[in-house]
């Protein structure tokens, strides 16, 4: 851990902060006239998601955390875990299914992913996925034939067994760009 002042603040950066680690989200130096300045932050708690605001003294100290980023193949699946491999090592690690998060409906075997450890500690943070994956459609209903004169969804299965809503014109067998932050249709590939 290294020590700073809030001018060391920068946005992704993860700090201890009230005993957990939060990433900074945002954060805006406030200087009203003859008042104090301060800092105002948007920070995400790394255990639970939760985004909070705060704010603090305009150069006080925080705990910055170093964080190391590993790049990991995701193997499969056992029970609620996702099993992740180190490219270099080839050690194999279980990662739990709130860790991975809501994109991991996304993720297919042999996808890469990137996962989050603080450096002093070797303790996991967090598991980024890549932002746009390429999937294919396993089963779709039929567009009906009225239904082209307004922009019409209807529900498709891919092959990690996701369900997205999808243009009318998406057949079975196409292969679509999925942002796994929002789970939604982009492009057909």
Not at 38 to 44: A, D, S
Not at 111 to 132: H, M, N, R, W, Y
Not at 162 to 180: C, H, M, R, S, Y
Request: glycine letters at 8%; proline letters at 3%.
């Amino acid at each position: 851990m290294a020590s700073g002042t809030t001018s060391d603040l920068r946005n992704g950066m993860v700090i201890r902060y009230n005993d957990s680690l939060y990433q900074v989200v945002e954060f805006q130096h406030v200087a009203p006239g003859n008042w104090r300045a301060f800092v105002r932050m948007k920070l995400k708690n790394l255990n639970n998601g939760k985004v909070i605001e705060d704010r603090v003294r305009a150069g006080g100290d925080i705990e910055i955390v170093r964080i190391e980023r590993r790049p990991m193949q995701f193997l499969y699946r056992e029970g609620t875990d996702f099993v992740f491999m180190d490219n270099e090592t080839y050690d194999q690690m279980p990662v739990t299914e709130e860790m991975v998060g809501a994109g991991a409906q996304f993720l297919k075997e042999n996808e890469t992913a990137e996962l989050v450890f603080d450096s002093e500690k070797e303790q996991l943070l967090g598991v980024e996925l890549p932002i746009f994956v390429t999937l294919a459609v396993t089963e779709t209903s039929i567009a009906v034939r009225g239904d082209t004169a307004t922009n019409v969804t209807k529900a498709a299965t891919l092959e990690t067994g996701a369900v997205i809503q999808v243009p009318g014109f998406v057949n079975e067998g196409d292969v679509l760009k999925i942002d796994t932050r929002t789970g939604s249709y982009i492009e057909r590939v």
